[in-house]
């Protein structure tokens, strides 16, 4: 079975260019969740999807950053402009959520580095 | 707001042997999830293992084992047997199920590291 796919791997992009990163959860979960760790800050939840709807964008460092899930299929986290700070280690993951603490289930992750 | 803790950066055992992993949580809710991650090298983060507040009894998955102290809001990992393929970053991770506290809330993690 697939598990979460993320694209890109890898991303080096100059400070002030846009950066959008692709994520294909598990098929069959209703749940999304956008992760960024840095050294410096460890993991932390930039937003959270169920069922295709933004729960809770708490966590969005600023305008800069949206994120978007138009399908149950597929989401995408964006940067425009971006900056060097925003260089990290970019997690997508996906859950089952029924009523319970479902398992996360994190694909490989999107380094971005911005020069 | 919860916080998860993880006192301890790094820590190195030898193969074979038995390391303990800590970890310290506050919250004012009385039922919730708790978790240990692993992050291996190849950076994808895999469940180690998972406990409900609501559950006494510690949960145990192979040579890995908990140790839930809900009152104390302690919950360490034992890992027996240690294995080189053990070494890590080890994360615990915090859940309360529901609404929009649906999320893992991560302690900064303990890198482990297995020596032959």
């Known amino acids: 079975d697939a598990g979460v796919i993320q694209s890109p791997r890898h991303e080096v992009t100059e400070m002030g260019q846009e950066v959008t990163l692709r994520c294909k959860p598990i098929?069959?979960?209703?749940?999304l969740f956008w992760y960024r760790q840095t050294m410096m800050r460890g993991l932390e939840l930039l937003i959270y999807?169920?069922?295709?709807?933004?729960?809770?964008d708490s966590g969005m460092p600023e305008d800069r950053f949206s994120a978007k899930m138009p399908n149950a299929s597929f989401s995408t986290l964006k940067i425009q402009p971006s900056e060097p700070r925003d260089s990290a280690v970019y997690f997508c993951?996906?859950?089952?959520?029924?009523?319970?603490?479902?398992?996360?289930?994190f694909g490989e992750g999107s380094r971005l580095t911005v020069l | 707001a919860q916080t998860v803790t993880q006192s301890q950066p790094e820590m190195s055992v030898q193969e074979a042997e038995t390391v303990t992993l800590s970890c310290t949580y506050d919250?004012?809710?009385?039922?919730?999830?708790l978790f240990w991650y692993k992050q291996p090298p190849s950076r994808q983060m895999i469940l180690v293992i998972r406990?409900?507040?609501?559950?006494?009894q510690n949960a145990t998955e192979n040579r890995f084992s908990v140790n839930f102290q809900k009152a104390a809001k302690s919950f360490s990992l034992k890992i027996s047997d240690s294995q080189l393929g053990d070494t890590a970053m080890y994360f615990c991770?915090?859940?309360?199920?529901?609404?929009?506290?649906?999320?893992?809330?991560f302690g900064k993690g303990t890198l482990l590291t297995v020596n032959p």
């Open positions: 993951a996906s859950s089952l959520v029924s009523g319970g603490g479902g398992e996360l289930f």
């Open positions: 098929s069959g979960h209703n749940s």
């Open positions: 999807f169920n069922n295709n709807v933004p729960i809770d």
């Open positions: 919250t004012s809710e009385n039922n919730y999830y």
């Open positions: 406990q409900e507040a609501y559950k006494q």
């Open positions: 991770a915090f859940m309360i199920p529901g609404g929009s506290n649906y999320k893992l809330t």
